[in-house]
């Protein structure tokens, strides 16, 4: 295979050529916006629905919330609106350009994650070859949570943090990170946590192999992450509230996306690969003497194993720092001369591809991949997708859930939960939503007990008052319901509407 041995230098060929980097950008939103289910997989979870809401009160000039709008079981009670930065930026999107717009802007956060992600790639002296392949990986591993809620952006800024400690930024980037950060997503704490990574890691390294000090620094930068994430409209309540929350073992333990992930699913292969290249990356980058990529390493391998909602992260923090190990590892390793010579030749034609892909740009492709994105988004087939799932949410039910008195009690799971608030904008309270953080456990041990219809269900049911039910069709509960004595008011392929 041959390859030229450089690139036009002019600024027209730079606007022109796009790099690794962006290719894999515009094909990772194009793929966002037409694999599968298309865009509406973004809206696979409810939550979207009160964020969107959120942020359109916000926009029209209320206070900012502090205290429950959405629900008749706690109505009023505190509540924090901890990723209200998220909710505006949703809700300015969709008040121009409603779901499909909102699609367009996940999307678009996909692949400018693609994009950082091989930035961080070449930050740690990663193997061009070893990135591209290691791309699909991440993307399987991402896709997992390609979803239009706030989490999506705080992959933006993990990766920009990953980036700046590897050039050793200026305190003053960390502190405006963790003020964004904040205010975006709940997440914010693990800015300060990876800086104090690098900070261990180095300390670490100073202490078995003399390495340079920069440990302090490092320690420098993770105090002005902290203090950079009190710039907040909720100060050090947030910060309260967020790690009770996270510290809720019993909570936590009744949340889907907290638990393992089934490596028997499909298409787990690929996830397991990044998982397996993650834990390779920790034992290489230490042998590397690079123990704060190794405590990363490890720390992410740990928690992906832990909870499906890391593995996101795992892969795409992770990936970078398993290739910069790699790579270092393959460069020393001790060969048979022939296999040494053959990859030592791999390694070096790598290197002049990615010396060449140094010079390449192409940045008036970004901008015209996203206006062909908004045509195509537009079209009316692909744009009827772009919506919330008839087959998983009550989109049709909701026009017959219209007809119920104003103060109907509507007993609904919390998947309904917030789509229904995002159908009534608020207007019809709910039983349950996605925000578990603001109902706690013991309110989520009494829904599961009622919605599963165990021993009791009918005394927690007369306590709530509830005067109609809107439930999928699977649930046991509906069959309960009916030999209570209440009347199917509606149904269809999705979910049954009963009244008491």
Known sequence: MLVATSVPSSSAARLLLPDAALMVSIVTLFLALLMGDGPGKFFRDSDTGWHIRTGESILAGNPMPRSDPYSFTKHGQPWFAWE?????????????????????LFAAAAALVTWLWFRVHWAV??????????????????????????????WILALEAVWLLERRSHWLWFFVLGAAWANLHASFFFLPLLALTYAAGNAVAVALWESPARWPGSLWLALSALLGTFVNPYGWELHRHVLAYLGNGALLSRIAEFQSFNFHAEGAGFIA????????????????????????????????LRSARAIPIAALLGLPLANA???????RMELRPR???????????????????????????????LALAFVVLHAPALAAKAAFPEDQFPVAASAAVAQLPPGAR???PDKFGGYLIYRFNGARQVFFDGRSDFYGVEF??????????RPGWRDKAAEFGFTHALLPNRYTLVDGLEAWGWKRVYRDGTATLLAR
Not at 325 to 331: E, F, N, R, Y
């Open 84 to 104: 209200w930065g998220s909710d505006v930026l949703m809700a300015m999107v969709h008040n121009r350009q409603g779901l499909p717009g909102v699609a367009l």
């Open 325 to 331: 190990a790699l790579t270092a590892a393959l460069g």
């Open 273 to 304: 690969a990044a998982m397996v290249l993650v834990m390779a990356g920790a034992v290489l980058a230490w042998g590397n003497r690079r123990p704060e990529h190794a405590l990363l390493c490890l720390g992410l391998a740990v928690l992906s």
């Open 444 to 453: 989520m041990k009494t829904y599961i007990d009622l919605i599963e219809a």
């Open 410 to 412: 509507l007993l609904a």
């Open 339 to 369: 296999l040494r010579l053959a990859l030592d030749r791999f390694l070096a034609y790598s290197a002049r591809v990615r010396a060449l892909d140094t010079q390449a740009g192409g940045w008036i492709w970004a901008p015209a991949a």
């Open 125 to 154: 002296g990663g193997d061009f070859f070893l990135a591209c392949a290691m791309a699909a990986p991440m993307l399987m591993a991402a896709q997992l949570h390609w979803l239009a809620r706030p989490h999506m952006f705080s």
